[in-house]
């Protein structure tokens, strides 16, 4: 979704799908024509200027897309960057709009300089690869904070090298122009096998893992953690307490309110779960309700929530 709640982009097998957004929330679909035909789309967003279309391709490649920030159509040529592995998992745009990261399985996860107000807003060289922690791990997401502090990487064998756990790796952001450095006690265990979605929320307070899998049981789960500042240090403390969750989750989203956490599990059980904040202890998420979002099996594997 762009940041402009203006409109949305569907990626599908068949190509990039454009849809605009009414004032009550409609959808209407712009043209049946994809606006792009590369169907190897796995993870896509739209940048801060509402202007690049970022799509990161399971064919191995970057793919920066100028676009209309008031239509959203395509308005030039599509530039391009060769990844350092095929197979991204998720990509992320930096809040100030500077990098891109790309979790790229075991190949580590690779961030890409992007300067929007280029016409070639991809480089040519210069990207920076973090390799996975352990041998045989694998980066499933990233995502940077709202406020540019953090970023966090989801990884599996993130904690141990023969023990199958997953991690939430976490580093400061400004540590990109120079020695890149985690934060005292990273990597921290994400509470199950594979970290798939994480969501710092809007305040910067909390970070939530959705792990698609967990110990012990056929149902994923969701660890918090509460973000503290020291001066210019940061620390993640573990929320206590998780709630029940559907079966594989998929992904999460923040609403526009920052009081309700939304979670899709691609495996039904439900399909979508709402969660709102506890009023006693921090961080912790209270089950509101659940919601079928069609005629299972759905298989709901992407969410967006309006800006």
Do not use: C
């Amino acid at each position: 979704m762009a940041p402009n709640n203006q409109f949305i982009y569907v990626s599908t097998w068949s190509g990039i799908y454009l849809y605009t957004i009414g004032s009550s929330g409609e959808l209407t679909l712009s043209s049946t024509t994809p606006i792009a035909t590369e169907f190897a789309a796995h993870s896509i967003q739209v940048d801060a200027t509402n202007s690049w279309l970022v799509d990161a391709s399971s064919s191995g490649y970057l793919y920066a897309i100028p676009i209309s920030s008031s239509t959203g159509m395509t308005t030039g040529a599509v530039k391009q960057l060769s990844l350092a592995g095929i197979m991204p998992r998720q990509m992320g745009i930096s809040p100030d709009n500077t990098e891109i990261f790309v979790a790229l399985g075991i190949s580590g996860t690779e961030v890409v300089p992007f300067n929007t107000a280029n016409a070639d807003s991809l480089p040519a060289s210069g990207t920076i690869l973090i390799a996975v922690k352990n041998a045989g791990g694998a980066a499933l997401s990233v995502v940077v904070d709202p406020s540019n502090r953090l970023f966090y990487i989801g990884e599996t064998l993130g904690t141990s090298a023969s023990v199958n756990t997953g991690a939430l790796r976490t580093f400061n952001f400004s540590s990109l122009s120079g020695t890149i450095t985690e934060i005292t006690g990273s990597p921290f265990a994400s509470g199950g096998l594979t970290p798939i979605s994480i969501l710092p929320t809007a305040s910067g307070t909390f970070v939530y893992v959705a792990n698609l899998t967990a110990s012990g049981s056929g149902d994923g789960n969701i660890t918090g953690f509460v973000v503290s500042v020291n001066g210019n240090s940061y620390s993640l403390t573990q929320v206590s307490g998780s709630p029940s969750v559907g079966v594989t989750p998929a992904g999460m989203a923040e609403d526009s309110s920052g009081s309700v956490v939304l979670l899709i599990n691609s495996g039904g059980s439900p399909d979508l779960d709402v969660f709102t904040f506890d009023t006693t202890t921090p961080g912790k998420r209270d089950p509101e309700f659940t919601f079928a979002t069609g005629t299972d099996p759905v298989g709901a594997v992407a969410i967006a929530a309006a800006p």
